[in-house]
């Protein structure tokens, strides 16, 4: 069994961002030379996150509004006596720090409109996203 870990940095723009690292990733599982295994893509970060669905814009906005409605910025949040943010852990803490991918025969094994997304949500900032293949 092989390991291969490599980062991928990423500068946001917006307090919530939603950026597409699929092909990044598929650059770092190209350089491991391990064909089959499991990717872990994970966010190093307590206000972002990572997750897995289609790359369509109607779909991705509908994402933002759905969050922005489930635990608006702004809400009377205990943690928001520290940093101001509290919202953006919530979020965070709801959509996930880290995603898990099968690699079989050299390629990340998505369905076909499947994508991988780092999702800012206390931007702009610039952030570290960690892929660590383990196979052989």
């Not at 969050?67 to 940093?83: K, T, V």
């Not at 959509?95 to 099968?102: L, N, R, T």
């Not at 998505?110 to 952030?127: A, K, Y």
């Amino acid at each position: 069994m092989e390991v291969f870990s490599d980062e991928i940095n990423i500068k946001t723009s917006k307090r919530m961002e939603l950026v597409n690292i699929t092909q990044k990733v598929r650059d770092i599982v190209k350089s491991s030379n391990i064909s089959d295994g499991i990717v872990n893509v994970f966010t190093r970060h307590t206000t972002s996150a990572i997750f897995i669905n289609e790359n369509e814009s109607r779909l991705l906005g509908d994402f933002e509004k759905v969050i922005e409605r489930l635990i608006p910025m702004g809400g009377s949040y205990g943690h928001n006596a520290i940093d101001n943010n509290a919202d953006s852990h919530l979020r965070a803490m709801i959509v996930g720090g880290s995603q898990s991918i099968p690699l079989i025969s050299g390629s990340l094994d998505l369905g076909t409109w499947q994508s991988i997304f780092f999702v800012e949500f206390d931007g702009p900032r610039r952030r570290r996203v960690r892929v660590t293949v383990i196979g052989r």
